[in-house]
Nanobody, 123 residues
Framework: QVQLVESGGGLVQAGGSLRLSCAAS????????MGWFRQAPGKEREFVAA????????NYASSVEGRFTISGDNAKSTVYLQMNSLKPEDTAVYYC????????????????WGRGTQVTVSS
């Protein structure tokens, strides 16, 4: 079993920055992939970014590439999502997810999920 706990959400003005953290515990391995997804009110959950534990493979949604950066700290079993130049349309609940495969965009590929953290960007 794997447990994921997100933190770092909050309220920020447009153009500002936030850093989300996701701490993993349980059965994590070097082949582990961790990702971030988000879900805005009335919308489907969508992929944001993902990274292999090795750190050499990342994947970003086109809507956030260049503004968001995903990184990992293996020693702390923690993955981060640095979000810069935030826009009101980035407002959503952000979820951490994990799988034992590749950093893909498909929700169904991720078997482990956190409870989410709210990010609100005011205009």
């Amino acid at each position: 079993q794997v447990q994921l706990v997100e933190s770092g959400g909050g309220l920020v003005q447009a153009g500002g920055s936030l850093r989300l953290s996701c701490a993993a515990s349980g059965r994590t391995y070097s082949r582990f992939t961790m990702g971030w997804f988000r879900q805005a009110p009335g919308k489907e959950r969508e992929f944001v970014a993902a990274i292999k534990w090795t750190g050499d493979i990342t994947n970003y949604a086109s809507s956030v590439e260049g503004r968001f950066t995903i990184s990992g700290d293996n020693a702390k079993s923690t993955v981060y999502l640095q979000m810069n130049s935030l826009k009101p349309e980035d407002t959503a609940v952000y979820y951490c997810a994990a799988n034992y495969g590749a950093p893909v965009e498909a929700l169904r590929a991720y078997g482990y999920w956190g409870r989410g953290t709210q990010v609100t960007v005011s205009s």
